[in-house]
C-alpha cells in the first residue's frame, strides 16, 4: 500500500500533526474507490475455480463418491477427493506464532465426516459457476451415525483449575449475601463480510498464496507443513482484508485444498468460500456454559468467587475459549477458584472472536456483579469501588497501568448515571420505559516479537516494510505516524508495505497487539535509518555538512539541518546524493511481552467502563438500545480517529451480541440453520445508537516507549452485560442466555 508520492487523495497536511492526531486512514481512499485488490479481486491468467462439496450429514463416514456426472459438466477440469489427490501432512506442535492451526485435521485425512458441511471433494472447473454445478453433481453416499449438536453442554474431562486462591466453596457457604447462577452464550459466527479467500498458483515448487490471513508468517509456515514443501517455497500475501475479527488468524482447510488442488491440476486456482461455509468450516465463537458464583459481605465486599466453564468444541480439536481470562485479577476477592473443561459436538472447529475468552466471560462476571449490587441494594458503580483491588490478586503483580475506577466514574459523568432511579420501570420517556446497565471490562495488553525496515529515499519518501497485515483497524496508518514521528518525513510521503511474507518478521494481527508490537520495531528501524542518514550527511568523500557531527543535526520536515540555526538544510534527497548512495536503510525488532521480563513484573491490562441505555416498549415488546457510552484505559492513542472507530464498530458488534447474534443447529441434520446474513442478525448502521467514546489516555510506558497498548477488542468486553443490565432495569427479566429474545420480555 503505497501513501508515499502524493498519492493520497486525502491530503493529509504535509507537516501534520501525527501522534494523537485524528488522520484518516491512509488506505482509505483506495478501499472507498475501489483501487484496493482484496484476495477474491486476484486473477491470474489461466486461473481455474475450486468449489468444495460440503458434508451434507454431520457425524458418519463417506461410502462413496461419484463424480463421473460432474466431470462431463461443461468447463470441468477435475474432481478431487480422497482417493485422488496427494496427501495433506499434519503439523508439528506449535512453537510460538508459527504452526498455528486450529483444525488440525487435514482435509481428506480419512473417511470420517466430523461436523455438517466438512469438505469431502473439490470440484474445479473454468468458472466459478462450472465449478458449483461441478461440485452440486458430486454424488457423496454416507454411512450417517448420530450426532450431537445439543445446546446442553456436558464436561468430558474433570473441571480443570485455572486459577485458585483461599477457599471458595467454604467462604461462599458462609457469605451473607449469594449469587449463584449460570449464564449462556450461543454460538457466533465472526461474518466479515469479506468472505474467506485462496487464490494459489505453483511455478517450479514453489505456491503463491494470495490469502485472506490475519497471520500471513504462520500461514506459510502451516501451508509448508500441510503442503509438504520447504518453507521458503511458500509465499502469502494478504494486501487488504475486510476484516476478519480472529476468524482468518489460523489457516482453514480451504486454504489448504485451493493450495493442493492447483498443485494437481497445474494452473492457478481461485477458492472462495461461500457464505454459507463460513458458518460451517472456518472457525466461530464456541457456545459456553458458565456457572458463577458470588458471595459477599453486606457491606458489599467480595469474600468469594467461582467460575465454573465449558465451552463447546469440535470432535477432534481442543478449542478452548477462555472464559476465566479476566475473572482472577478484575476484582479484590480472598478466596478464588475459576475451573473448566471442554464440551465436544458435531461442529466445525471453534476458532478465537474478537475479544475471545474474556468476552463471554465478561458478560458472565459483570452479569453476576451487577445480580450481586441488586441483592445488596447497592450502586453497581459503588460495588466495583468497593472490591477494587491494589494489585493482580492473582500472582500478586502491580498493575502496569490500571485505571478502571475512573472509566466508571468518567463514564458516569458523561452518561449522567447520577440521574438513575434504580427502581425497575422506574424511568420513563416518551411512552418508553427506560433502563440504564454498566458494566466493567478488560482486555490484555500484549507485545509480541516483531521486526521491521525503514529505507530513506532519494526521492525524500521512507519506505517501512513488516510482514503484518491490516485487518482493517489501521495498521498502514499507525506504522506511517510511526515513521513520520521517528524521521520528520511527511505522512503522505511514507509509503507503508505489509501483507507479504517476504517483507521483515511481523506481528499476527490479534490479540490487540499489533500497534504495541511494531512501535519499537519501526521505531528503531526509523531511528537506525536516520542514522545511517545522518553518517553520510556527515563522513565520506563529499558530505552535506563536512564537519559536522551526527548529534548536531536533525531531520525536520524532510530536510537534514543543524540542530538551533534558523537555515533551511539540505532535502534528504540532496544528503543521499552526494554521498552516492540510493537510500539510507534501517533494522529494528521488538522482543515479546509473553514470557518476558515485563510480563513478570507486571499484570498488563486494558480496562474501560460500558453504560447501556435501553428503550422497552411493552405494549409492542420493542427493545432497543438507545445510547451507549464507552470510556476505555488502553495507554496512549496513536491515532484517536481509527481508535475510536474500533470502540464503536465493537459496540454496535456487542449490540449484536445481546439481542440478536446466534448460529443455531438443526438438531436433526446437524446444519447451522441460519447460515445466511438475512437469517443469522447482526447489528446495523440501524441498529446503532449515540456512542459516546471517550479514551482517558494514559501511556502505559511499560509496553513501549509511546505508551500504547490496543484497542480491537476491548470494546467489545462488558458490552452485553451493561445492555442486559439494562434490560433488566427497564424490564425486571434478568436473561442469562444470549441473545436476549422478545419471548424473554413478554409480559414484563
Ligand atoms: Mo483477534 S480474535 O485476536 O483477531
Known sequence: MSAARGSNPVGAPETPKVLGGKLPRIDGPLKVTGRAVYTSDIALPGMLFAIPVRSTIARGRIVSIDANAARKLPGVKAVYHRGNIKAFFRTAPPK????????????FEDDEVRYYGQYVAVAVAQTMEQAKAAADAVRVQYAAAAHNVGKQLGADKPMKVESERGDADKAFASAPVKVDQVYITPTEVHNPIELHATVASWEKGHVTLYETSQAILNHQDVLHQMLGVPVENVR??????????????????????????????????????????????????????????????????????????????????????????????????????????LSRGNIGTPTAMRGPGAVPGLFAMESAMDELAIALKMDPIELRKRNEPTQDESNKLPFSSRHLLECMQVGAEKFGWAQRDPAVGAMKRDGLTIGWGVAAC????????????????????????????????????????IVAEATGIAIDRVDVQLGDTRLPMGPISGGSWVTASVIPAVSNAARDAVKALLGMATSG??????????????????????????????????????????????????????????????????????????????????????RFTSVIDAGRMLNPKPARNQIEGAVVMGIGMALLEESRYDQR?????????????????????????TFLDYP????????????????????????????YHATGVRVRELPVRIEDLLGA
Request: glycine fraction near 10%; charge should be neutral; aromatic fraction near 6%.
Open 236 to 341: 502469502v500475501i494478504t494486501h487488504f482484508l475486510g476484516s476478519g475479527f480472529g476468524g482468518k488468524l489460523w489457516p482453514w482447510t480451504h486454504s489448504i485444498l485451493a493450495a493442493g488442488v492447483a498443485r494437481e491440476v497445474g494452473a492457478p486456482v481461485k477458492l472462495v468460500v461461500s457464505r454459507q461455509s463460513m458458518f460451517e468450516a472456518v472457525g466461530h465463537r464456541p457456545r459456553t456454559q458458565q456457572h458463577f458464583r458470588l458471595g459477599a459481605t453486606p457491606e458489599g465486599k467480595l469474600v468469594s468467587l467461582s467460575h465454573e466453564y465449558l465451552n463447546q468444541t469440535s470432535e477432534l480439536d481442543d478449542y478452548k475459549e477462555d472464559c476465566g481470562e479476566a475473572t482472577p485479577f478484575m476484582y479484590s476477592v480472598p478466596n478464588l477458584r475459576v475451573a473448566s473443561a
Open 442 to 481: 478488560s482486555w490484555g495488553a500484549m507485545r509480541s516479537d516483531a521486526q521491521a525496515s525503514v529505507e530513506i529515499t532519494r526521492e525524500g519518501t521512507a519506505i517501512v516494510k513488516t510482514a503484518t497485515q491490516d485487518v482493517g483497524t489501521g495498521t498502514y496508518t499507525v506504522l506511517a505516524i
Open 96 to 107: 510460538g506464532f508459527s504452526g498455528l492451526i486450529d483444525e488440525k485435521r487435514p482435509p
Open 669 to 693: 441434520y446437524g446444519a447451522p440453520i441460519n447460515s445466511n446474513l438475512a437469517d443469522y442478525m447482526v447489528s446495523t448502521n440501524a441498529d446503532a445508537p449515540p456512542i459516546d467514546v
Open 541 to 626: 568523500p563529499n558530505p552535506a555538512f563536512k564537519g559536522a557531527k551526527p548529534e548536531d543535526l536533525q531531520l525536520v520536515d524532510g530536510r537534514v539541518k543543524r540542530k538551533g540555526e534558523a537555515s533551511s538544510g539540505v532535502a534528504l534527497g540532496d544528503v543521499l546524493a552526494r554521498a552516492n548512495v540510493r537510500s539510507a536503510i534501517g533494522h529494528g525488532k521488538s522482543a515479546t511481552t509473553m514470557g518476558g521480563a515485563e510480563s513478570r513484573k507486571y499484570s498488563l491490562h486494558s480496562y474501560g467502563a460500558q453504560f447501556a441505555e435501553v428503550t422497552w416498549h411493552p405494549q409492542t415488546a420493542r427493545l432497543r438500545v438507545s
Open 700 to 727: 502505559d510506558l511499560v509496553l513501549n516507549e509511546m505508551g500504547a497498548r490496543g484497542v480491537g477488542e476491548i470494546g467489545l468486553a462488558g458490552t452485553a452485560a451493561a445492555i442486559t443490565a439494562a434490560v
